[in-house]
C-alpha cells in the first residue's frame, strides 16, 4: 500500500469509496481516503447492500476508544471484513474473537511465553537469519526485498512452536495465501476462493497433526501451552488449539516483513536512509517510527454491543464497527507532522499493536525482530536504491508489499559476518 500524503480532501467522492475492494490497496490511495474522512466524516458508514454496511471509524480517538471498550465493541462476531455480517466460526476460541474476562484467562501463559525474556533469548537466532537475508546484497547486485524479508519473522514462529525448520517456507507462503487470495502473486489460477479454502485446509491440516504428535512429547514450546492451557476450567478442544496457531502464524509472518518494506522504501525516496543509518542512538524510536508509518495491519471489526454515540454519530445495536490502524497512525491531532517519516517522533503512541485487551500479545518479540534486522542493515549497508518498480499488495487487511527490488551499498571495512 502507498504511503503518500494525501492532497484535497474535499476532492475524494466518499460515497464512491470501497474501502472492502482489495484493489484499492494495490493500486489505489487508501490514505487519501483516510484524510477525507478524518476531515469531512470520521465515523462513515458504508453501505454493502440493502440496510446493511459498516462504520468506519478514522481518527485516533475513536479508534483508541473502539479498541479500549470490548464491552460496547465485541470482538466475538468476527474481525475481519471479509466475514462482515457472517457468524465466525473461531468465536470464542482464537484470542482475537475473545473478549474478556475468557480472553485474559486465554491470553496469560501466551503472554508469559512471549514475553521480553523469550525476545532477548533468541536474538543471535534473529540476528544470523537477518544476516542470511542480506548477504546477497553485499555484491552490489539486486535482491527483491519484498520477497527475502518474509523469512525473518517465521524464525521466530517456528522456533516458538517447535516445528521443523524445512516447513517453514511453506508455511509462510500458505499464510500469504489465507490473507490475501486476491492478489495474483498468490492467487492460484482457480482464483481467490479457491486459494483461501486451500490455505485454510493445509494450515489446519499441518496444524492438528503437528498437535497429534506434540501430545505425545509435551515440551516448553507454544503449541504445548496452547494444548495444556485451560479455560474457564476446561481444556482448549482440538478446535480452539489450531484456530490460535493460525492466528499466531498470521500475526508473526505476514504483518511484521511489511514494517522494514514500508520503511525501506520510505527512506529511499525520501533520501532519509543515511540520516537513520548514522545514528545508532535512533534504533529504537526509529522502529516505533517504522511500525507507525507501516501500519501493516489494516483494519480490525468490531460489532457493538448496544446502541451508543461514536464521533457524534449513532451506532445501532449489532452495527459493524471498522477501525482503520494507518488512519489513526497519520491523525494530525495526535503525531504532528503525520505524513513524515521522523525517526526522532517521541512521543510515538502508535496504535500499530492495538490498544486495550486485544494489545498484540507478540509485541516484544517483534520489536526484538525489526531492531535486529535495522541494526545490521545500518551495519553492513551505507544505503540503498530502488532497482525496479515496488508493487503493492491486493488486500484490505494488511497493508504490504510484494516486489521490492533494491540494490545495497555495502559498508567498506565493515565487520565480517
Avoid at 495465501?177 to 492467487?187: E, N
Avoid at 489446519?204 to 496452547?226: C, H, I, M, N
Avoid at 481444556?235 to 518494506?261: F, H, Q
Avoid at 445501532?316 to 482503520?324: F, L, N, P, T
Amino acid at each position: 500500500m502507498r504511503h503518500t500524503a494525501p492532497a484535497d480532501a474535499a476532492a475524494v467522492d466518499l460515497d464512491a469509496v470501497d474501502l472492502r475492494d482489495p484493489d484499492l490497496y494495490r493500486y489505489g490511495d487508501p490514505h487519501a481516503v483516510w484524510h477525507a474522512m478524518r476531515e469531512r466524516d470520521p465515523v462513515h458508514w458504508q453501505e454493502t447492500g440493502p440496510g446493511t454496511g459498516f462504520w468506519s471509524v478514522t481518527r485516533y480517538r475513536d479508534v483508541e476508544k473502539v479498541l479500549r471498550d470490548a464491552r460496547t465493541f465485541t470482538s466475538e462476531g468476527g474481525t475481519l471484513l471479509t466475514l462482515l455480517g457472517q457468524p465466525d466460526p473461531a468465536s470464542r476460541q482464537q484470542l482475537s474473537t475473545t473478549d474478556p474476562p475468557r480472553h485474559t484467562e486465554m491470553r496469560a501463559p501466551l503472554q508469559r511465553l512471549l514475553a521480553g525474556r523469550t525476545a532477548d533469548r533468541h536474538r543471535d537466532r534473529v540476528r544470523a537469519a537477518a544476516r542470511g537475508i542480506l548477504a546477497p546484497a553485499l555484491d552490489g547486485e539486486p535482491i527483491d526485498f519484498g520477497v527475502a524479508v518474509h523469512q525473518l519473522p517465521v524464525v521466530m514462529f517456528g522456533t516458538l512452536m517447535d516445528l521443523p525448520e524445512p516447513d517453514w517456507t511453506r508455511l509462510t507462503e500458505l499464510a500469504e495465501m489465507a490473507i490475501a487470495p486476491d492478489d495474483p502473486v498468490h492467487q492460484l489460477p482457480s482464483g481467490a476462493a479457491a486459494t483461501q479454502h486451500r490455505a485454510h485446509r493445509e494450515l489446519f491440516a499441518y496444524f492438528q497433526d503437528a498437535a497429534t504428535a506434540r501430545r505425545k512429547a509435551l515440551g516448553e514450546d507454544l503449541l504445548s501451552v496452547l494444548l495444556t492451557m485451560t479455560v474457564e476450567g476446561e481444556p482448549l478442544d482440538r478446535g480452539a488449539v489450531m484456530a490460535n496457531c493460525y492466528l499466531m502464524l498470521i500475526g508473526s509472518t505476514v504483518t511484521v516483513p511489511e514494517v522494514p518494506k514500508a520503511a525501506l522504501v520510505e527512506l529511499i525516496e525520501s533520501g532519509r536512509y543515511a540520516d537513520w543509518a548514522e545514528h545508532p542512538e535512533l534504533l529504537e524510536t526509529g522502529v516505533e517510527e517504522a511500525l507507525r508509518w507501516a501500519s501493516p495491519a489494516n483494519h480490525v471489526l468490531r460489532y457493538a454491543t448496544a446502541p451508543t454515540e461514536l464521533g457524534g454519530k449513532r451506532i445501532a445495536e449489532g452495527d459493524g464497527v471498522v477501525v482503520w490502524y494507518g488512519s489513526a497512525n497519520r491523525d494530525e491531532e495526535i503525531f504532528p507532522d503525520p505524513y513524515t517519516f521522523d525517526v526522532r517522533r517521541t512521543p510515538n503512541r502508535h496504535l500499530t499493536f492495538g490498544s486495550g485487551p486485544h494489545y498484540c500479545v507478540g509485541f516484544a518479540i517483534a520489536r526484538m525482530t525489526l531492531r535486529v534486522l535495522f541494526a545490521e542493515m545500518f551495519a553492513a549497508f551505507s544505503d540503498f536504491e530502488l532497482a525496479g518498480p515496488v508493487e503493492h499488495i491486493a488486500s484490505n487487511f494488511v497493508a504490504g508489499i510484494t516486489r521490492l527490488p533494491v540494490a545495497g551499498k555495502p559498508r567498506p571495512g565493515r565487520e565480517p559476518w
